[in-house]
């Protein structure tokens, strides 16, 4: 209970303790302190920001939500990439619902609309009007020409005279249209550019020209039965007229077997090469009257494309994709990358960010329950916070590489529905390893609460699931309270799989009533929300030992595990310390007792007084308990190196509990277990010898260093251990006396405030003193003296008998 004073008169400052003991996250503070950030003035408005609305605490949460966010929706694809052609080795399902459009076969109809539309070519029937016109004029002017010239008989001359004519090539040219050769030039000019050469020409171009010709690559239109649309064009105005025309039956004015001169009158009278050369001048003046108008074309194949709407595919989570032994359509790739293209946006999207703001606004609500409305004002320790978040992420973890399996496993192969592994999966685990290493109630309940939550945002809001891992996870709480055996833990889960199991039959009876499947999902959610419980806990009992070695917790299965007295320590303290091995038993025994009777935890108590004194294993001969009859090795020393060795003992127990990591409760228990309490007897005797030219004598040393004990069950082995002591030392352990011993004890703590730290009340104190009692009466009771007893074991002198006693009073 709590003292009114907090006066501490018997303190001289800061209790200097050994080096183990230091705080390291002190020593990190000073050094920050050090690099003097504070003492600036951006320094100052950051750390004014931060005490006011606790910044860096907040920061750090949301950066834990978005963690947990981002593992929420990350999903585990070991699927293997398919291609094309090949043979699916097993069945493929889709893993969620969606629409996609399906690619491949749109852009079939599309290409097959862009196929049916006839290409557009440029028509224009009067291009050709006129075309002989530049052949008579050329060679008119040119016949004149050469008569004009006198050529010599002289053949070699001759020759000279026609090469020297071809200054007068550019001309014709210009005239003819038409860039020639020298050859076809010179050619001319033997022939002295006759009528018959000329007429031939003419004859050649009329009935060439006399179809459509046209001129257009193969690459672009394929030329056979293919139908085009011509457009007739006059000069370079389009007419409204579109006429469609077989593309194969229009000359290509590519096509050398087309342009031929054996229908030409005279054409016979001509060498080879004078025949070559008259096809040559009469080929050249030839071009297409029918274009191919790309841009027209282009823009209606256009149309045609974007007048085919998409064609769109309704996939069904779990609906099979393709076959064991299907081969792999274009079809089905496009569905796998959909799928993967779609999980991999729901994974980085903007619900993980407003989940992880959901997730923080959650946490800090809950904490400004804990401060505000909460009956003792519980403060969660930073030990916990980062258990509590740990496990959740673990929780959530393993909870989806569960599901990825069982779905992969059966879900996917075997068509089991999705649901029953949902309730099967260990979703209580994290609330029973939970309730297990935090004590306070409130803060397990709102921990079950919010990864019950989470679990919900997991399942894409399964509010099912998330009546299933709250009831859930309260029950696995409640069964692991107090857990006293490891079958407790297993208990637990049998209730946890029976509410679930009702849970989930009450769930499905309301929503699926009338329903065909209603005894399909109740014969396989029910089994499977039984199993879970049973599941949680056996996942519960292998990561529990995990739990309490990396982050050096306490629970009741390692307690359980502490109070074997086969433990090292045990062994160790019966063989160097048998009077404090006894002893610790029997304060044990008493605080067990007292502990159940004011609801503390009984289990920790008594083993924190199995291991309160180990630290006198070293000195043992030093303590009443372990001496032998007429040797005290006190009367041989110094009150001075008394007490020191009496105090020692509470530092050397706890370097034994960190050696052997006995765990913290323990430990603080150890250290607790004396509190600040006066070493009466070897103060007295410091005082009785002290002379005053060696100063004054402090009682603040002869007092140990503390701390006074924090919580019940450290106040119940103070209170056990002193009371034990005393009435060990006495000869004639009478009820009245040993009663009084008992009220005496807890009176004389009470009245030197080392109960003040704890939550002892004046009902619980009253309640201690008659079960410590009861036990104390049972244990030191009167025994029949036998015949010469009395004779043989004579009482102790009233000196010996303070000697025997105050030591362990100030202990």
Same mark, same amino acid.
């Given at each position: 209970?709590?003292?009114?004073s ?5 303190s001289?400052?800061?209790v ?21 950030f504070?003492?600036?003035?951006l ?11 606790h ?32 043979i ?7 893993s969620?619902s ?9 852009e ?17 029937? #009067? !291009?050709?009007?006129?075309i002989?016109?530049p052949v ?6 040119f016949?004149?020409l ?14 000279? =005279?026609?090469?020297?004519?071809l ?24 022939? =002295? ?16 020209? !006399?179809?459509?010709?046209?001129d ?5 239109v394929?030329?056979?039965?293919k139908?085009?649309?011509l ?9 409204a ?81 393709v076959? =064991?032994?299907?081969?792999i ?11 993967k ?20 606004t ?28 740990v ?9 989806? #590489? ?24 260990p979703?209580?685990?994290?609330a ?26 997991m ?22 309270h107090s857990?006293?055996k490891?079958?407790?833990i ?23 009533i ?55 320590l ?14 610790s ?7 067990d007792?007292a ?75 150890i250290?607790?277990?004396h ?13 009785e ?19 006074k004990?924090q ?16 009435a ?10 040993l009663?009084?011993?008992?009220? !005496? ?13 704890c ?41 010996k008998?303070?000697?025997?006693? !105050? ?5």
């Open positions: 209970m709590k003292s009114k907090n006066k501490k008169p018997y001289k400052g800061p200097k303790l050994r080096s183990k003991y230091s705080d390291q996250s002190q020593k990190f503070k000073d050094w920050v302190d050090q690099l003097g504070e003492q600036t003035l320094g100052k408005i950051v750390q004014s920001l931060d005490e006011r609305f910044i860096r605490r907040v920061s750090m949460l949301f950066f834990y939500c978005l963690v947990l966010s981002f593992l929420l929706f990350f999903d585990f694809d070991f699927q293997q990439d398919v291609e094309v052609g090949t699916a080795k097993s069945d493929f399902k889709a969620l969606f629409v996609m459009v399906d690619e491949v076969a749109t079939k109809k599309r290409n097959e609309a862009e196929g049916s539309v006839p290409p557009v070519f440029d028509y224009d029937p #009067i !291009s050709y009007k006129g002989t016109e008579y004029l050329a060679f008119r002017e016949r004149a050469v008569r004009k010239t006198r050529w010599s008989k002289n053949e070699t001359k001759k020759e000279e =005279q026609v090469k020297d004519f200054i007068n090539k550019p001309k014709f040219e210009e005239i003819y249209g038409r860039k020639i050769s020298n050859r076809l030039f010179e050619w001319l000019v033997q022939g =002295q550019f006759s009528v018959r050469t000329e007429n031939i020409i003419k004859n050649a171009l009329t009935e060439w020209t !006399s179809e459509k010709i046209v257009i690559p193969h690459h672009i394929n030329f056979e039965n139908t085009v649309i457009k007739i064009v006059d000069g370079r105005k389009y007419s007229k579109e006429v469609p025309a077989d593309l194969s039956k229009i000359t290509n004015i590519n096509d050398e077997s087309v342009f031929t001169l054996k229908n030409i009158k005279k054409v016979k009278s001509y060498s080879r090469v004078g025949r070559k050369n008259l096809k040559a001048l009469s080929k050249i003046l030839i071009f297409p009257n029918v274009t191919f108008n790309k841009v027209e074309t282009s823009d209606r194949n256009h149309r045609a494309r974007d007048a085919i709407l998409p064609v769109q595919i309704s996939i069904k989570k779990n609906q099979t994709i076959s =064991q032994g299907s081969i359509q274009p079809v089905h790739v496009t569905i796998f990358h959909e799928i293209k779609r999980k991999s946006d729901r994974r980085t999207d903007f619900i993980a960010l407003m989940s992880a703001l959901m997730f923080a959650f946490i800090l609500v809950f904490f400004s329950y804990t401060k505000r409305f909460t009956l003792n004002r519980v403060r969660i320790e930073q030990r916990d916070l980062a258990v509590m978040g496990i959740a992420l673990v929780a959530v973890l393993v909870i989806k #590489i569960f599901l990825f399996m069982t779905e992969a496993a059966f879900v996917t192969k075997y068509g089991l529905p999705p649901s029953m592994f949902l309730y099967a999966a979703v209580s685990a994290a029973m390893i939970v309730g297990m290493l935090v004590t306070s109630g409130e803060v397990v309940w709102l921990f079950t609460v919010f990864i019950s939550i989470v679990l919900t945002v399942t894409e809001m399964n509010f099912s699931f998330f009546l299933v891992s709250l009831v859930g996870g309260v029950t696995a709480v409640r069964g692991v857990c006293e490891r079958n407790d297993y208990r637990a889960g049998l209730r946890v799989g029976l509410v679930n199991g009702l849970t989930v039959f009450f769930i499905t009876m309301l929503t699926n009338g329903s065909q499947d209603l005894l399909r999902e109740l014969a396989w959610d029910v089994p499977a929300s039984f199993f879970g419980g049973l599941f949680s806990a056996m996942v519960t009992m292998m990561l529990i030992p995990v739990v309490e070695s990396i982050f050096n917790y306490t629970t009741d299965i390692k307690l359980l595990e502490l109070s074997n007295l086969s433990h090292p045990m062994k160790e303290m019966v063989l160097k310390a048998p009077g404090t091995y006894h002893h038993l029997v304060v044990g025994s008493m605080v007792a502990a159940k009777e004011i609801g503390a935890n009984a289990l920790l108590g008594k083993v924190m007084a199995y291991y309160h004194d180990i630290g006198k294993m070293d000195h043992a001969q030093y303590f009443i308990e372990n001496q032998r009859k007429g040797f005290n090795p006190h009367d041989h020393i110094s009150p001075y190196m008394s007490k020191t060795i009496l105090i020692a003992h509470v530092k050397d127990g706890a370097e034994l509990g960190l050696k052997h990591k006995l765990g913290r409760p323990i430990i603080d228990g250290l607790q277990h509190g600040t309490t006066l070493i009466s007897y070897f103060y007295n005797r410091a005082l010898g002290h002379d005053d030219d060696h100063g004054y004598v402090e009682e603040s040393d002869f007092r140990y260093p503390g701390p004990p919580f019940k069950e450290a106040a119940l082995v103070m209170l056990a251990d002193s009371i034990e002591a005393a060990r030392s006495l000869d004639d352990p009478t009820p009245a006396r009663q009084n011993i008992v009220q !005496s004890i807890i009176q004389n703590k009470f009245m030197d405030a080392q109960l003040s730290d939550d002892l009340t004046l009902q619980d104190l009253s309640i201690i003193e008659e079960s410590f009692e009861h036990v104390i009466l049972a244990i030191y009771h009167q025994r029949v003296e036998y015949p010469g007893q009395a004779k043989s074991e004579p009482k102790e002198s009233g000196k008998n303070v000697t025997r006693l !105050s030591p362990k009073l100030g202990s």
